[in-house]
């Protein structure tokens, strides 16, 4: 898994009683993996009801922007689920959990192949609108499977707990992912436009994530926002400017 759990050298003290009973808090109200898999499908239906309507009312430009939301949330839950669920269906479910996730690693192919194909179409053509058409298909299918036959096998198996480290890990790794393409870097993979994420080996994308800070790391910080006030004015007034 990606994330470790919060280091109980972290704390002593009050801040152990604090940072404890905030994290029990938290891990009570934390998604399942579950759940932060089926939210991510729900999206990507979401942005492709909002692209039909766009089509349908004759809207290229909103059509192109919805396409481009819908692209990018199927590449980004695509990585996050080959970093962190189907490694752990083939560590938990024997070669049950091999399987499931060998099929759904060709379906994600088949999608990534959709993807490219729609990098190099116009979002208003007859052909734009049939290659998105397949693979929603594709993808309902897919995301039936998981939501109806892997994560119902998963979830028992890595418990409750399990569960929220692993939604933790994929919210996680979906954040460093880009949302969309960087306008201003056409053309530099791997993460900065959509075929260079495809085309970025997973383990490549492991690797850049290793290069951030991990929960661990980013616990003290994250406690520190919640206090953080600066005042700009007594900043300036204090420098002299
Ligand atoms: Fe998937
Ligand atoms: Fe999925």
Sequence with gaps: MLLRRTSTTLFSGHL????????AASRRT????????????????????QYTRAREGGNVEAQAKWA?????E????????????????EKH???????????????????????????????????FHSVITQMMKAL????????????????????EEGSKDAARSFKRTKKLVPTRAH??????????????LLEAPIDKIKDAFAAFPNEEEMGEA????????HDAAAGRAAAGN
Aim: no cysteine.
């Design 16 to 23: 152990l009683h604090t940072s404890s009973s905030q994290i």
């Design 30 to 49: 934390m998604s399942t993996l579950f759940s932060s898999v089926k939210e991510d499908h729900e999206e990507m239906y979401e942005y492709h009801d």
């Design 68 to 72: 481009r939301q819908l692209t990018w």
């Design 74 to 89: 199927v590449a980004r839950h695509a990585v996050a689920e080959e970093i962190v669920v189907y490694p752990l269906m």
């Design 93 to 127: 479910l024997g070669e049950k959990g091999k399987q499931l996730a060998d099929h759904d690693r060709e379906e994600h192919q088949a999608a990534k192949e959709h993807l490219h194909k729609l990098e190099g179409l116009h979002p208003g053509s007859a052909e």
């Design 140 to 159: 309902h299918h897919h995301n039936d499977d998981e939501e109806i036959n892997d994560l119902p096998l998963l979830e028992p198996a890595i418990g």
């Design 183 to 196: 306008p201003s870097i056409p053309n530099k993979p791997p993460f900065e436009t959509l075929l260079g």
């Design 222 to 229: 994250k406690d520190e926002l919640k206090t953080r006030d």
